[in-house]
């Protein structure tokens, strides 16, 4: 199949597995001409498919020497239709770990659900006999919860009051003004129940108990804060409400985990990149344009894979204190949010219009990174080329 991008709105409905693969081995490339830092021995990361996740898999074998289990929510190619994008990552991740030697496999499925949890710890109990470092990267729209089957759905919106502010389509570049209307309590109770940190606990507390978990385990879980222009859509709104829910979550599992492994529990505030979530929030695209622009134009600009090259190698594991905040989070954003980026960024958004637009802000950046999500647009990649879209996970 000659596969194109196709997308509509925030979404590409298409993923090009040879374009994923060598996204997958462009990140492999990078971590590869990086020192290499003793670290875990046996990862396991939920969410372990695309950005965050892929990347902490990437740098915990490549960058660390690390054995892999991967949890992800992915589908196959079926009916004419390709694979997600995570799934031809995942077929190539596995694929390059193994020939590079180390373990690495994949459970694909619902990680919110116990079956799942079960699964993985068999999976770890026959495989490996414990666990050192536990990576919690999902980013779900939708979460059944375990226990009463109740389903919740995310919604992002602002609390309390109307947001309103200058939107993007990153399509087209046009400019607007939206307004969006603030959550209900009910939807905050949904936002906080998908991506707060009640599945985290879960995760840990079957863990634990099915005493996997080896003498100085750890567990890290990713979060975000921004700048106040999206602080109404994001950190005090409904996703906010949730990452203000994960943190809380890791100071409990930090507690849990010293008393009973000697473990730790931590959080990563980590820098704004394009997703497909993020793409549809309003205001957060411009924000993330104009930011990639102020952070290539000085030269710190990052992709998931530094990002996390530098939190696994460079901090978590590094000789000497874990660096953290007065919450105790570890802060990856420090780039993102220095003074002289934000300062230019607020100046810029008071400028900005349909003129300007290209000028200022990276939206070219934003568009390439977009379809790089979905394998399109990478160097050495015949897009007019025939290819299999039916790969299969080892
Ligand atoms: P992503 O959408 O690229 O990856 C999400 C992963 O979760 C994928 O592997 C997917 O397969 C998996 N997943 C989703 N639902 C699942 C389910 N029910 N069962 C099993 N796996 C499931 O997300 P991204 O952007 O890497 O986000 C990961 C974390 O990092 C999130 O907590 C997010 O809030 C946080 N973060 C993201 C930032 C960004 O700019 N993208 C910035 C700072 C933090």
């Known amino acids: 199949m000659i596969v194109k991008p196709r997308v509509r ?50 740098v915990a074998s490549f960058g660390l020497g690390a054995d892999t289990i991967g949890v992800f929510f992915e589908k196959p190619a079926s009916g004419g239709s390709t694979a997600t994008a995570g799934w031809y990552n995942t077929a190539a991740f596995q694929r390059l770990a193994r020939e590079a030697g180390y373990y690495a496999k994949g459970i694909n499925g619902d990680a919110f659900s116990n079956e799942i949890k079960k699964e993985a710890i068999e999976l770890i109990k026959k495989d490996w006999g414990k666990v050192d470092l536990v990576v919690y990267s999902l980013a779900a729209p939708k979460r059944v919860h375990p ?6 759905s995310s919604v992002i919106k602002p609390i309390g009051a109307p947001y309103s502010n200058k939107t993007v389509n990153f399509q087209t570049g046009k400019l607007s003004e939206i307004t969006v209307q603030p959550a209900t309590e009910e939807e905050i109770r949904h936002t906080v129940a998908v991506m707060g940190g009640e599945d985290w606990k879960m995760w840990i507390d079957a863990l634990l108990e099915a005493d996997v978990l080896a003498k100085g385990a750890q567990t890290i879980a990713y979060s975000y804060i921004g700048p106040e222009i999206t602080h109404p859509i994001y950190r005090t709104g409904t996703i906010g409400r949730a990452k203000d829910d994960l943190e809380q979550t890791a100071q409990t599992l930090n507690q849990e985990l010293k008393a009973k492994v000697d473990g730790n529990a931590y959080v990563s505030v980590n820098k704004a990149l394009v997703t497909q979530s993020s793409a549809a929030i309003p205001v957060v695209p411009l924000y993330i344009s104009l930011l990639y622009k102020e952070m290539k134009k000085r030269g710190i600009h990052e992709d998931w894979i530094q990002q996390m090259y530098r939190l696994f190698a460079e901090t978590l594991y590094a000789k000497g204190e874990v660096a953290v905040d007065e919450q105790n989070r570890i802060r990856m954003d420090d780039l993102e949010m220095r003074a002289d980026v934000q300062q230019a960024i607020q100046a810029n958004w008071q400028k900005l219009n349909e003129e300007n637009i290209e000028e200022l802000a990276d939206l070219e950046g934003y568009r390439q990174d977009f379809l790089r999500l979905f394998g399109f647009g990478l160097d050495n990649v015949d897009y007019d080329q025939d290819v299999e879209v039916d790969v299969p996970i080892d």
Request: net charge positive.
């Open 147 to 152: 226990e009463t089957g109740e389903l919740f």
């Open 9 to 58: 709105g925030f979404i590409c409905t298409t993923a090009h597995p040879v374009g994923c693969a060598k996204h997958v081995e462009e990140q492999i490339e990078y971590v590869n001409k990086k020192p290499k830092v003793k670290g875990p021995k046996k990862v396991l990361v939920i969410g372990a498919s695309t950005g965050y996740g892929l990347a902490s898999r990437i």
